[in-house]
């Protein structure tokens, strides 16, 4: 009889290889392994920057070299030696491709293992795509359509190129170099990324789409994004990431920084799927993120995130709410399995009168995986009517793996009003039993009950974006079951 | 349709159903009835296949084929259908996904297309109105936030939906009122025909008033020790258990 116990569940998902563990064997131009000043100089006179940036990049390594990895994140990891990391790959066709037909073929297939191929994209759904393979772009689609509306979307040494004065103005204003050790270690060697700027009153017509992918070993990828809604403007920007399995662990400290000025909004949505490691916890992503935006008054920034990978993620996409009714959300999946380590969460930063933030967060946790929510709700002093609600939710399968929950609220304002919520379950014997018996496959059962936990926030994805994340729930959790 | 040869199974090592006989043609409604701890809720669990218990001995067949050797969800497809006593709450999957995702898979097994939306909307509706089901339930997550009566309706909505051959209702009446026992007792009357066969446990006799057994069996001890026609639940609710512990 085909028998399904949790401990069997378990024992599946630890024996589940990850789908997208492939290299692509494209030419990279490498920098030696190391950072010191030389580095940064090469790099950005690589990328043929102007002196400013090169100072920002200088000042930031002077502050990361005073600066220690945080320990307080509830995981545990070898940290990686810094002197042993290459910050600079390229792949050597860096030519700008005049159709997408003179795309080197490895790349498109990389792209067709990603399980979207980017002319589909462009075909059926209107996407443009800013495809980075090891930090460098190598193609933007819809420009022109974009363009008339003044909309820029590009790679970020493009718009360093194109539109120095916005970057000037706008980078390291919400994620500033001293924020956090890995901030600083991004501004110093920042590589490439991506600029989007929609004018005022402007609402970008279609999904704006990045797909990051590390590819050469050894290679850390420090990408930089930089969004910016003009006033009344809306942009909704998916971010999706894949990488292809090896055995050394790979760094992975991006910013992303996102203004949004006064009445504008800004939806921002992360499919992430980094490799996690092997089933013993070997190899993996280290991915060490800082992303932040910046509302002013009645501006409105919203995160969603669907996390299945990394060895060990570390990443908090928080909200200044500085303006007068302005809107914060933050919507996460984060699937652990094996002795995959997740510590994720928000901060809600309540500076204006009536900002209002929502936190609803869904982690489930496998194998041996430990599964961390944290989050920070601050309501300052000046912050009158500012109103919270936090929902956190862990879903535990099998016995070893952990779920916790640090909630931190500093409320300095009387008149706030804050709820906090937080359950934590098992997928339980009797659900699967019940599907089961209505003739539902264990496989189904589990996508179901799965789908169904972190459905309010899979609803906060666009359409097409939400479609690949239920595929990604399903690899994760069942890929292997039966 | 269904047959039962000599079954004993255990949980954990203790024998709960010690050598049970029972058969059931096409068309045929049989109730078993029995104290608590007899063994009802057992037997409905062994036919769904659920994996606590152990069949240690005996046999049970099911249209000709070995129904243990039967996974549960290939029983499910065969045409045997569970309303469970609790039934389970799963958040966030709506009673449409989950009624649509079972049809599909139950009419894959057959070797039929999957049911167009249309006309999977057109059956819901139907048969919702069979258990006087508010349509605003189908679309809600299944079970979730149920009271207790809607919860047992559900089940028998669900059995309408999927027309099972053989219908276990394990205590389908425990924790109804009598208007929602009504509902559901009609609901079971309906689907009644000459093709299918329902197997109604139930403590009470209430039930059986609203849906009249062919035959009636008393389990008592993991065996049946009597069977007779629907007087004899009768007299059963008159004498109390007490009196088949003194007839053995």
């Not at chain 2, 020790?225 to 053995?248: H, Q």
């Amino acid at each position: 009889m085909a028998g399904y116990t949790e401990n069997e569940l378990a024992k599946d998902l630890a024996d589940k290889e990850y789908q997208y563990g492939f290299i692509s064997e494209i030419d990279s131009d490498v920098v030696p392994p190391g950072l010191n000043e030389q580095v940064i100089h090469l790099i950005s006179a690589k990328k043929n920057e102007p002196a400013w940036l090169l100072d920002y990049r200088l000042k930031a390594f002077e502050v990361w070299k005073t600066m220690t990895e945080p320990e307080w994140a509830h995981v545990a990891y070898q940290k990686p030696d810094f002197q042993a990391i290459s910050y600079y790959a390229a792949p050597k066709q860096t030519k700008k491709f005049e159709s997408w037909d003179d795309v080197d073929p490895e790349m498109k297939e990389t792209m067709a293992k990603l399980g979207i191929s980017l002319e589909e994209q462009q075909r059926l759904t209107g996407v443009a795509v800013d495809f980075v393979m090891d930090s460098v772009s190598v193609g933007t689609s819809f420009k022109a359509k974009l363009a008339e509306l003044g909309i820029i979307f590009c790679s970020f040494s493009e718009a360093v190129q194109e539109h120095p004065a916005l970057v000037q103005q706008y980078l390291g204003t919400v994620v500033p170099i001293t924020d956090n050790f890995y901030a600083a270690l991004n501004s110093a060697v920042f590589s490439d990324g991506s600029f989007c700027y929609i004018p005022k009153g402007v609402r970008c017509p279609m999904e704006l789409s990045t797909y990051f992918r590390i590819n050469a070993g050894g290679t850390g990828q420090f990408e930089r994004t930089l969004v910016i809604a003009d006033e009344s403007s809306y942009v909704s920007y998916l971010e999706g990431c894949t990488a292809p399995q090896r055995d050394e662990n790979q760094l992975h400290a991006a910013v992303v920084e996102l203004i949004a000025l006064n009445n504008a909004e800004i939806k921002y949505s992360t499919v992430q799927n980094w490799y996690p490691g092997d089933k013993e916890g070997k190899g993996g992503v280290f991915n060490f993120v800082t992303k932040r935006g910046l509302c002013e008054a009645h501006a409105k920034i919203s995160w969603t995130q669907v996390e299945t990978g990394s060895a060990v993620t570390w990443k908090y996409p928080s909200c200044i709410l500085k303006g007068d009714y302005s809107v914060g959300e933050f919507f996460s999946v984060a699937v652990t399995n094996n002795y995959q380590q997740a510590d994720t969460g928000t901060k809600m930063i309540h500076l204006g009168k009536h900002t209002k933030s929502t936190i609803i967060s869904k982690g489930i946790s496998a194998g041996h995986s430990q599964n961390s929510y944290r989050g920070l709700v601050q309501i300052h002093k000046q912050a009158d009517h500012a109103r919270n609600f936090s929902q956190c939710d862990s879903l535990l399968m099998g016995s070893v793996s952990g779920a916790h929950t640090f909630p931190y609220i500093e409320c300095k304002n009387a008149s706030a009003q804050i709820e906090h919520e937080a359950t934590t379950s098992k997928i339980g014997e009797d659900q699967l039993f019940y599907c089961q018996q209505r003739g539902i496959s264990e496989e189904k059962a589990i996508s179901l009950i799965v789908n169904g936990y972190c459905k309010e926030v899979l609803n906060q994805l666009p359409m097409e974006f939400a479609v690949e994340a239920q595929k990604l729930l399903s690899i994760s959790l069942e890929g292997s079951v039966g | 349709m269904l047959k039962i040869t000599d079954l004993h199974a255990s949980i954990n090592g203790t024998e709960i159903l010690k050598g049970l006989s029972l058969e059931i043609k096409a068309g045929e409604i049989h109730a078993i009835m029995g104290p608590n701890g007899a063994g009802k809720s057992t037997l409905a669990s062994v036919l769904a296949g659920k994996e606590d218990y152990e069949v240690t001995s005996g046999a049970i067949t099911f249209e000709d084929q070995d129904l243990l050797e039967m996974s549960i969800e290939e029983r499910a497809r065969e045409g045997v259908f569970l309303a469970f006593q609790y039934p389970v709450e799963i958040p966030g999957v709506s009673n449409v996904n989950f009624l649509k995702t079972a049809i599909n898979e139950i009419r894959e097994h057959k070797g039929l297309p999957a049911l167009s939306a249309k006309d999977f909307l057109r059956l819901v509706k139907e048969k919702s109105a069979l258990v006087d089901l508010d349509a605003s339930l189908a679309s809600r997550a299944v079970n979730e936030g149920f009271s207790g009566g809607e919860k047992k309706r559900n089940e028998i909505f669900q059995m309408a939906m999927l027309e099972p051959k053989l219908a276990v209702l394990d205590e389908t009446d425990s924790g109804l009122d009598i208007d929602a026992l009504r509902i559901v007792a009609s609901g079971v009357n309906t689907l009644k025909s000459k093709e299918n066969a329902t197997l109604v446990i139930t403590h009470y006799q209430r039930l059986l008033d609203h849906i009249i057994p062919d035959f009636v069996h008393v389990l008592y001890d993991g065996k049946i020790v009597k069977t007779g026609g629907k007087e004899l639940a009768l007299e059963l609710e008159e004498k109390g258990y007490d009196w088949i512990k003194s007839v053995e």
